[in-house]
């Protein structure tokens, strides 16, 4: 049973250009988690999805940032136009149900530098 | 707005110190509060607490919950070099982890 799945594992982007980064979740897992942390500071919560629906978007910047789970697939957080300030390890969790807690597991994480 | 705040931000010791690690919050629809480990990877999970009073232990690592204080702490005892790392309190609320920003803790023989 493969763990929550994350790629890129690594990515380089210039200013301007567009991220796109997948998680795949644990097998049986509808819920889907994305955090932001910057260099030397925790995890920040950005959005809650589960298929198809994005249920808490409360912690996405306002532009440039989209984030959908699809029926088939794997969920993908989209950075357009890409800043400096956006350089950052992205984590994405997943959990079988709506409660959090031990039952959140989470990938290996995507870090996006840009140049 | 919620919030949970750990200190101390760093923490350096040397092998054989016991430390402890605090972490307060102020979060509503409180479910649990939760302990990782990372290593310049994802967070590792430790301990998860529901309820006060109650330490959870795992070797040489213990946690203990007041939720009328509305705090936990995190113990190492006999620490080693392998403990160095960032340790993150999250608490859950009915739909997400809420994170501190962590507290690195350098272990040097």
């Known amino acids: 049973n493969a763990g929550v799945m994350q790629n890129p594992r690594h990515l380089v982007r210039r200013r301007g250009q567009e991220a796109r980064l997948r998680c795949s979740p644990m097998?049986?897992?509808?819920?889907v988690y994305w955090y932001r942390q910057l260099p030397e500071e925790g995890l920040k919560f950005m959005v809650y999805?589960?298929?198809?629906?994005?249920?808490?978007e409360s912690g996405m910047p306002k532009e440039r940032f989209s984030a959908e789970f699809p029926k088939e697939g794997p969920s993908i957080l989209r950075i357009q136009q890409v800043v400096r300030g956006d350089s950052a390890a992205y984590f994405c969790?997943?959990?079988?149900?709506?409660?959090?807690?031990?039952?959140?597991?989470f990938g290996e994480g995507s870090w996006l530098t840009v140049v | 707005e919620d919030k949970v705040v750990q200190s101390p931000l760093s923490l350096v010791v040397h092998e054989g110190d016991t430390v402890t690690l605090n972490c307060s919050y102020e979060?509503?629809?409180?479910?649990?509060l939760l302990w990782y480990k990372q290593e310049k990877k994802a967070p590792t999970f430790l301990f998860m607490l529901?309820?006060?009073?109650i330490e959870k232990k795992s070797g040489r690592l213990s946690s203990i919950l007041d939720k009328k204080e509305l705090f936990s702490i995190l113990n190492i005892t006999a620490t080693q070099t392998g403990d160095s790392a960032v340790y993150l309190c999250?608490?859950?609320?009915?739909?997400?982890?809420?994170f501190g920003t962590g507290t690195r803790l350098q272990v040097f023989p």
């Open positions: 999805l589960q298929k198809e629906n994005i249920i808490d």
């Open positions: 969790a997943s959990s079988p149900s709506r409660s959090t807690g031990n039952t959140i597991y």
């Open positions: 979060v509503t629809n409180f479910r649990s």
């Open positions: 529901t309820s006060s009073g």
């Open positions: 999250a608490v859950a609320n009915t739909d997400k982890l809420i």
């Open positions: 097998k049986g897992h509808s819920h």
